[in-house]
T-cell receptor, first 114, second 115 residues
Framework: NAGVTQTPKFQVLKTGQSMTLQCAQDMNHNSMYWYRQDPGMGLRLIYYSASEGTTDKGEVPNGYNVSRLNKREFSLRLESAAPSQTSVYFCASMSGVEVVNEQFFGPGTRLTVL | AQSVAQPEDQVNVAEGNPLTVKCTYS??????LFWYVQYPNRGLQFLLK??????LVKGSYGFEAEFNKSQTSFHLKKPSALVSDSALYFC?????????????FGIGTKLQVIP
């Protein structure tokens, strides 16, 4: 049981380049989330998917797109990277819809945009 | 809108002493409250949660948290700190009136336990 996995662990991009961050969970969770973590700002929600086939914007969605490929996988795409997107990105998942459950987090992807 | 405040950027405590990490929240409905811990270069790990019932919630690694509705607080506590407790701690809240399980995190408090 791997939990939530993310690839890659580290990435350096040049301004304007694109990339996709991959996330997968093996816990059969319905909900999946993408956060970014910046010093002094905590975790901010980028996008979330309440269930397979649905995605919605979070607090800071500009410059990002997401795909809920299936129940297991939720990817985050940067179409044209900017230095302001330098951050640590975390994927999380959570079971259930009506019950109040905790989130399970992946190990993170450290992204630097030059 | 829901929000969480962690008023201390850093808390220093001597090993063996009790520790408290503070958290206050604001929601329009009833709060669902969480504490997570983050060790260096790792993802967040769940410690404990309050949904309803007893105001004192016990969680992993000997941590507990006290829910105080009148003060809108959910402080994290431990009777005797260990050096291995040194980490970044996040408080989080979900509003019972939220329609999509949106969780708002605080900015985090760095706990430093001094040997």
């Amino acid at each position: 049981n791997a939990g939530v996995t993310q690839t890659p662990k580290f990435q350096v991009l040049k301004t304007g380049q694109s990339m996709t961050l991959q996330c997968a969970q093996d816990m059969n969770h319905n909900s999946m989330y993408w956060y970014r973590q910046d010093p002094g700002m905590g975790l901010r929600l980028i996008y979330y998917s309440a269930s397979e086939g649905t995605t919605d914007k979070g607090e800071v969605p500009n410059g990002y797109n997401v795909s809920r490929l299936n129940k297991r996988e939720f990817s985050l795409r940067l179409e044209s990277a900017a230095p302001s997107q330098t951050s640590v990105y975390f994927c999380a998942s959570m079971s259930g819809v009506e019950v109040v459950n905790e989130q399970f987090f992946g190990p993170g992807t450290r992204l630097t945009v030059l | 809108a829901q929000s969480v405040a962690q008023p201390e950027d850093q808390v220093n405590v001597a090993e063996g002493n009790p520790l408290t990490v503070k958290c206050t929240y604001s929601v329009s409905g009833n709060p669902y409250l969480f504490w997570y811990v983050q060790y260096p270069n790792r993802g967040l790990q769940f410690l404990l949660k309050y949904i309803t019932g007893d105001n004192l919630v016990k969680g992993s690694y000997g941590f507990e948290a006290e829910f105080n509705k009148s003060q809108t607080s959910f402080h994290l506590k431990k009777p005797s700190a260990l050096v291995s407790d040194s980490a970044l701690y996040f408080c989080a809240v979900r509003d019972s009136k939220g329609g999509y399980q949106k969780v708002t995190f605080g900015i985090g408090t760095k706990l430093q336990v001094i040997p």
